[in-house]
């Protein structure tokens, strides 16, 4: 047993305590305790309920390595059940460490779960959250970092240092009251404040750098529906990773990361030294509200930079889609981590789906759908039913493949489709926010971004980028436009699609993939878990004995 530096995990080597594991693969060990507790986030406010991880809001950061097998023991010590989810982590024929309402029974209060898996071959940032109702509204996120195994190339000379960034929007109200809200048929309030890492009090926090060195910067958008902008005054950045894919790296003022989203950052600290503003702030909306930390050049004396983010010239949406065509991978950048082929312009794409998001009023309450299914939970989670042949819980076909009649339905909506599937998936967007679209055990690539007020149509494909497109696994679609991806089936098992505005997540903007294969092997898909939770009615069923 060797002794871990960062954050007190604790590491094996090579060891046969549980089947499924990969040779030469470590072990790493969290404990994670989910409390709630009283902060106040803003020096203007009362201290506000939060969900703390290991005491702390956001949560520890987890610090990975490509392949480590991961055993995370989650004690929820709220009054209600709990799961974590882990935002891009692909969990390979793994969908019942998903963490997610169809995965998973909830930790019911008081008790704990411990989560197995396996990371695979990914490299990036991600972050954790809490997936049931609204709880994530009240935080109970944080930071994941996958680095490369020693000795694998990464394209760029390592940072001087490598800061996370959580950002997002925050709301005043307590969470249980917004989710009675919700729950009422009623939406959110605007938000209170940006948070950046659970600080909502600007300039507050600051960022120690040294003149002429070059740092990686992760930031996610953990917040619940806001799009928000990202710069860092007077300093260019220079993207290298989205979402576990190595980019081109071009350079930028500043960045959108739309909410679910997470990306990095190189920035050389070339500029005189003095303090200067880091900025994360709304877009796309009325609702004004930034947050800003001080990036302190070490042994400065003079003054603090203004804090006046720069304006773009012309229409932010333009400037967006403009930038989003930009982001591409680095076919070169020396490892294979998107999972697939990259030639995955010349897949023969056996299935498209065009998936268009809808809001309406079922039973005098507020809905949201896709292709006019709004989603509701049935007792059972979706994968124990598919396991135990639990029948009546959800029929596969639930949702249909394109846009059909007008109105919302509510259904336990499960889409079917089949390993080693190769899907074109059109995101119609005909209202007038920016959407954010989020895949569960995969990356896509976004092969096709409409312009603002266009349709889609089967012409739209020749403007497709089948060379370098960008693969991720969280996508927004533009207000009154498109938003076109491939993703290659390859990771069976039952994956969440949805929203990342979680107001419309909760209120159904989301379904279930069921990634089948009649193959019914180890090599397809891992058993289930012997610790896994049962509830509904999976409850006291017993587990068939696998044969491999
Ligand atoms: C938070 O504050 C409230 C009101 O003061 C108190 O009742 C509650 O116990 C506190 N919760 C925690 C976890 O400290
Ligand atoms: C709960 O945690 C204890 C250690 O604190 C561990 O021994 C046990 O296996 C855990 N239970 C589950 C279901 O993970
Ligand atoms: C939550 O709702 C209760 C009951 O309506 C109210 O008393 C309380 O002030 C609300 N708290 C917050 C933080 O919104
Ligand atoms: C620079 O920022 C640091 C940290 O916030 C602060 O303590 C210091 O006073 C600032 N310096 C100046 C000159 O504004
Ligand atoms: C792509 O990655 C390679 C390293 O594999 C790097 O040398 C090159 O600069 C990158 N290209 C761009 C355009 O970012």
Same mark, same amino acid.
């Given at each position: 047993m060797a002794w871990c530096p960062d954050g007190g995990v604790w590491m094996m080597m090579t060891m046969t305590i549980i089947s499924f594991v990969q040779a030469e693969d470590s072990f790493r060990f969290f404990d994670l305790r989910v409390t709630y507790g009283n902060i106040s986030l803003n020096k203007r406010n009362p201290p506000e309920r939060v969900i703390l991880i290991n005491g702390k809001f956001p949560g520890p950061e987890l610090s990975l390595v490509t392949n480590d097998n991961l055993i995370i023991n989650v004690h929820n010590g709220l009054d209600e059940p709990f799961l974590?989810?882990?935002? /891009?982590?692909?969990?390979k024929r793994n969908s019942y460490q998903d963490g997610v309402y169809g995965t998973t029974c909830p930790i019911p209060p008081g008790k704990n779960y411990t989560y197995d898996f396996h990371v695979g071959d990914?490299?990036?940032?991600?972050?954790?959250?809490?997936?049931?109702?609204?709880?994530?509204?009240?935080g109970g996120f944080g930071a994941i970092r996958i680095l490369s195994r020693p000795g694998i190339p990464v394209p760029f000379p390592q940072p001087a240092g490598d800061f996370t960034l959580l950002i997002g929007d925050?709301?005043?109200?307590?969470?249980?009251?917004?989710?009675?809200?919700?729950?009422?048929g009623r939406m959110i309030h605007r938000p209170f404040a940006v948070l950046i890492n /659970?600080?909502?009090?600007?300039?507050?926090?600051?960022?120690?750098? %040294?003149?002429?060195?070059?740092?990686?910067?992760?930031?996610?958008?953990?917040?619940?529906?806001?799009?928000?902008?990202?710069?860092?005054?007077?300093?260019?950045?220079?993207?290298?990773?989205?979402?576990?894919?190595?980019?081109?790296?071009?350079?930028?003022?500043?960045?959108?990361?739309?909410? /679910?989203?997470?990306?990095?950052?190189?920035?050389?600290? %070339?500029?005189?030294?003095?303090?200067?503003?880091?900025?994360?702030?709304?877009? +796309?909306?009325?609702?004004?509200?930034?947050?800003?930390?001080?990036?302190?050049?070490?042994?400065?004396?003079?003054?603090?930079?203004? +804090?006046?983010?720069r304006i773009e010239p012309g229409n932010e949406v333009d400037f967006s889609i403009k930038q989003a065509r930009s982001i591409k991978?680095?076919?070169?950048?020396?490892?294979?981590?998107?999972?697939? =082929?990259?030639?995955?312009?010349?897949?023969?794409? =056996?299935?498209?789906?065009?998936?268009?998001?809808?809001a309406g009023v079922v039973n005098r309450k507020q809905r949201y759908a896709i292709n006019g299914v709004s989603f509701v939970p049935a007792d059972t989670p979706l994968k124990l039913a598919d396991y135990f042949k639990i029948k009546g819980v959800f029929k596969v076909g639930s949702i249909p493949d394109k846009p059909g009649r007008a109105g919302i339905r509510l259904e336990t909506a499960v889409m079917g489709v089949h390993h080693k599937d190769f899907l074109e998936i059109v995101l119609l967007n005909h209202e007038k926010i920016v959407q954010t679209y989020h895949l569960d055990g995969y990356n896509f690539w976004?092969?096709?971004?409409?312009?603002?007020?266009?349709?889609?149509?089967?012409?739209?494909?020749?403007?497709?980028?089948?060379?370098?497109?960008?693969?991720? =696994?969280?996508?927004?679609?533009?207000?009154?436009?498109?938003?076109?991806?491939?993703?290659?089936?390859?990771?069976?098992?039952?994956?969440?699609?949805?929203?990342?505005?979680?107001?419309?997540?909760?209120?159904?903007?989301?379904?279930?993939?069921?990634?089948? =294969?009649?193959?019914?092997?180890?090599?397809?898909e891992y058993p289930l878990p012997k610790n896994a939770l049962l509830c509904g009615q999976a409850s006291n069923r017993h587990r068939r004995d696998f044969t491999p």
């Open positions: 974590l989810s882990w935002n /891009g982590l692909h969990l990914q490299i990036g940032s991600f972050f954790y959250f809490p997936s049931l109702g609204v709880q994530k509204a009240a925050w709301y005043l109200e307590d969470y249980k009251n917004l989710t009675a809200r919700l729950d009422g /659970g600080n909502g009090n600007p300039a507050s926090t600051s960022l120690t750098v %040294d003149k002429g060195k070059t740092y990686r910067f992760r930031i996610s958008n953990v917040g619940l529906q806001m799009s928000l902008n990202f710069e860092i005054l007077g300093h260019m950045l220079k993207l290298v990773e989205v979402e576990g894919t190595y980019t081109i790296q071009s350079m930028y003022t500043s960045l959108d990361i739309h909410v /679910g989203q997470s990306l990095s950052v190189l920035v050389t600290m %070339d500029q005189p030294p003095q303090n200067y503003t880091i900025v994360a702030r709304t877009r +796309f909306t009325d609702i004004q509200s930034q947050n800003a930390v001080i990036l302190k050049y070490s042994n400065t004396k003079s003054k603090t930079s203004k +804090f006046v983010p991978t680095n076919l070169t950048a020396s490892r294979q981590n998107a999972e697939g =082929s990259y030639h995955y312009g010349r897949i023969k794409i =056996s299935r498209t789906l065009i998936l268009e998001s809808s976004v092969v096709g971004i409409g312009n603002r007020w266009s349709t889609w149509s089967p012409a739209s494909r020749r403007e497709y980028n089948l060379k370098d497109a960008i693969s991720r =696994s969280t996508t927004q679609v533009y207000q009154k436009s498109w938003t076109a991806v491939y993703v290659a089936l390859d990771n069976v098992g039952m994956w969440n699609f949805r929203s990342e505005f979680w107001a419309r997540q909760y209120l159904g903007q989301q379904f279930y993939f069921r990634v089948h =294969s009649p193959a019914s092997s180890i090599k397809d």
